[in-house]
């Protein structure tokens, strides 16, 4: 573990050497997946125990199998709407054991749409008055104005779309796990993108007690996305530190966990994250879920200071074909923007 954080450590600083870095370049990924996880704050690097642990932890696909106590698969498929209705966000995951326990591998599939976007094509004669540089200067001596009807103006839809594919393998020291992801930008206008990265993670149950320690090193190589107009942006590393503590009250049939999670990059984000020295920043999440009877969950936390909540309920081999079936709502306040919702649906066999 050591060895491990000490040489993620020297890819951080050596990295953002990269001089055409952007800084948020594929940030819609950074939105994460499934209600559980939001509905805690956005902790979830040391959870890491169902499907979605193929984005925030791949270590944990290990665990994800014994979690049901059967060997089995299992997969989660989530809708939200971000700052309102502005913004569909679509995440699916799904966890299948190699050897129960041992090993697994997982897929993601992360889709993040703005629909509807009006888009006008500069057409000759549009701004009248023009100075012949085709830029619309509405003010000053020599204001342009613009002709222009309902039939200049068209609507068009962004997406972006990563597929993750995840392997993880149980270790003496613990687990570990990776991702190699594939980035796809289609934006308004036929501009587009492609890229591809590489996520690595290490999960430790048990460090002290029943405290769980996860690192997870995000595009662990850097990422770069190549754009159709000739444009390329890197993906800084980033590095996630988690730890949770589960507390059991077998009279009461619950458990109680406690998690905190940071993310540190160096990129000279500022006054976009809550603490900075320098080019490094910090950002915090923290979280609780409370399980009563394995079968109800509530959850609260703080996603980077905003307060977040959500609820869950899992229904056990239900069915005829011994099915476990769940559901899970999480709710993410902004000062700014309307609230997001997620909903995500949970089966496992």
């Known amino acids: 573990m050591r060895r491990f954080i000490i040489g993620t450590c020297l890819v951080?600083?050596?990295?953002?050497?990269?001089?055409?870095?952007?800084?948020?370049?594929?940030?819609?990924?950074?939105?994460?997946?499934?209600?559980r996880a939001m509905g805690m704050g956005g902790t979830f690097i040391a959870v890491a125990n169902d499907a979605t642990t193929t984005f925030w932890n791949p270590a944990g696909l290990v665990d994800?199998?014994?979690?049901?106590?059967?060997?089995?698969?299992?997969?989660?498929l989530m809708h939200a709407e971000q700052f309102?209705?502005?913004?569909?966000?679509?995440?699916f995951s799904a966890a299948f054991p190699i050897k129960p326990g041992e090993s697994a591998w997982g897929i993601s599939i992360?889709?993040?749409?703005?629909?509807?976007?009006?888009?006008?094509?500069?057409?000759?004669?549009?701004?009248?008055?023009?100075?012949?540089?085709?830029?619309?200067?509405p003010y000053g001596p020599q204001a342009e104005g613009l002709n222009l009807g309902a039939g200049d103006i068209r609507y068009e839809s962004a997406n972006d779309v990563a597929a993750l594919v995840s392997y993880a393998q149980r270790f003496r020291f613990g687990s570990a796990g990776a991702n190699v992801k594939i980035i796809r930008n289609d934006q308004i206008t036929g501009v587009s993108s492609f890229?591809?990265?590489?996520?690595?993670?290490?999960?430790?149950?048990?460090?002290?007690?029943?405290?769980?320690?996860?690192?997870?090193?995000?595009?662990?190589t850097g990422t770069y996305i190549g754009w159709s107009t000739g444009e390329r942006e890197?993906?800084?590393?980033?590095?996630k530190l988690g730890c949770a503590y589960p507390f059991r009250f077998e009279g009461m049939g619950s458990t109680v966990v406690l998690a905190v999670d940071g993310d540190f990059r160096y990129e000279?984000?500022?006054?976009?994250?809550?603490?900075?020295?320098?080019?490094?920043?910090?950002d915090f999440h923290l979280g609780a879920e409370i399980l009563i009877r394995d079968i109800v969950a509530l959850r609260?936390?703080?996603?980077?200071?905003?307060?977040?909540?959500?609820?869950?309920?899992?229904?056990?081999d239900f069915g005829p074909w011994g099915m476990s079936l769940g559901l899970d709502y999480a709710l993410l306040h902004h000062d700014e923007f309307d609230m997001t919702h997620r909903v995500s649906l949970i089966a496992a066999r």
């Open 64 to 76: 994800v199998s014994s979690r049901e106590n059967r060997g089995g698969w299992e997969a989660v």
């Open 110 to 137: 992360i889709h993040m749409g703005i629909p509807d976007i009006p888009v006008i094509l500069l057409k000759p004669g549009m701004i009248t008055n023009s100075d012949g540089d085709d830029v619309y200067e």
């Open 195 to 220: 890229g591809i990265g590489l996520d690595l993670g290490l999960l430790k149950r048990e460090a002290w007690r029943d405290l769980a320690v996860g690192v997870k090193l995000q595009d662990a």
């Open 12 to 35: 951080l600083l050596v990295s953002p050497s990269a001089s055409h870095a952007a800084k948020y370049a594929g940030e819609f990924m950074a939105l994460g997946g499934g209600a």
């Open 234 to 239: 890197f993906i800084y590393p980033a590095l």
């Open 268 to 282: 000279n984000r500022r006054g976009a994250a809550q603490f900075w020295i320098g080019s490094a920043s910090v």
């Open 84 to 91: 309102g209705d502005l913004i569909d966000y679509n995440f």
């Open 300 to 316: 609260g936390g703080l996603d980077m200071g905003r307060p977040t909540a959500g609820m869950g309920i899992m229904l056990r």
